[in-house]
C-alpha cells in the first residue's frame, strides 16, 4: 500500500496568513491526489483534485501543487471558515489511501 | 443537486452484522461507481472498496475483505455495504462517496456519514 505522510499534524494560524500543508507519498503517484477538508460533524468536501486543479465552487484562495514527490495545499489570506481537518488522498493505486490530516485552527 | 442520503446510526452486538445503505439522488446513478470511507478517531480515513454500480463489479481494500460487502439495487439508485462478524474495532462512522472512475478522479459527493458502534 501507498503510504501518504502529511505534515503538520495541527496547525494554529493567525486570520490572513498563508497557510501550507504538505503530503509525500511512498511511491510515486503521479498527479493521482485529491484535497479535502472536513470540518466537525461534517463529511470530507473536496478541495483541489489532479493535484492542482481546484474543485468547482471552491475559493480561489486555496491552490494545491506539486514539487517533485511533494505534494501541498495551500491557502491564501486564511479566514475563519478553513478551520477543520485536512487531507490528501491519493487514488493512483488500491488500496486509495489518505494522509493523516492537518487539524488547522485560528490563533 | 446531488446528494447521497445514508441511513442512520446503528447499534450492534459483537458478531452481528450491519447492512448501511446509501440513496443517491440529483444524477444518473449508474454513472459514477459508488466507494465506501470508513472514519476513526485512531486510524483516520480509510478506503474499503467501491462498487461499479452499472455492472455490481468491486474493487476491495484487502483488509476489507469478508468484512464488508457491497452491493447495489439500481432500481432505487441505492447502494449498501454489509458490515459482518463485528467487533469493536468495526466501530467507526462509514460514508459512501460518488467516485467518478475517470479524469478528474474524484470522489466529489460524500453521504452525512453512519455512525456504527458495536457493543455488547
Known amino acids: 500500500d501507498i503510504q501518504m505522510t502529511q505534515s503538520p499534524a495541527s496547525l494554529s494560524a493567525s486570520l490572513e496568513e498563508i497557510v501550507t500543508i504538505t503530503c509525500q507519498p511512498s511511491q510515486g503517484i503521479g498527479n493521482y491526489l485529491s484535497w479535502y477538508q472536513q470540518k466537525l460533524g461534517k463529511s470530507p468536501q473536496l478541495l483541489i483534485h489532479s493535484a492542482t486543479s481546484l474543485a468547482d465552487g471552491v475559493p480561489s484562495r486555496f491552490s494545491g501543487s506539486r514539487s517533485g514527490t511533494q505534494y501541498s495545499l495551500k491557502i491564501n489570506r486564511l479566514q475563519v471558515e478553513d478551520t477543520g481537518i485536512y487531507y490528501c488522498l491519493q487514488i493512483s493505486s488500491t488500496p486509495w489511501t489518505f494522509g493523516g490530516g492537518t487539524k488547522l485552527e485560528l490563533k | 443537486q446531488v446528494q447521497l442520503q445514508q441511513s442512520g446510526a446503528e447499534l450492534a452486538k459483537p458478531g452481528s452484522s450491519v447492512k448501511i445503505s446509501c440513496k443517491a439522488s440529483g444524477y444518473t446513478f449508474t454513472s459514477y461507481y459508488i466507494s465506501w470511507i470508513k472514519q476513526t478517531t485512531g486510524q483516520g480515513l480509510e478506503y474499503i472498496g467501491y462498487i461499479n454500480t452499472g455492472s455490481g463489479g468491486t474493487n476491495y481494500n484487502e483488509k476489507f475483505k469478508g468484512k464488508a460487502t457491497l452491493t447495489v439495487d439500481k432500481s432505487s439508485s441505492t447502494a449498501f455495504m454489509q458490515l459482518s462478524s463485528l467487533t469493536p474495532d468495526d466501530s467507526a462512522v462509514y460514508y459512501c462517496?460518488?467516485?467518478?472512475?475517470?479524469?478528474?478522479?474524484?470522489?466529489?459527493?460524500w453521504g452525512q456519514g453512519a455512525s456504527v458502534t458495536v457493543s455488547s
Open positions: 462517496a460518488r467516485w467518478d472512475g475517470t479524469y478528474p478522479w474524484v470522489m466529489d459527493a
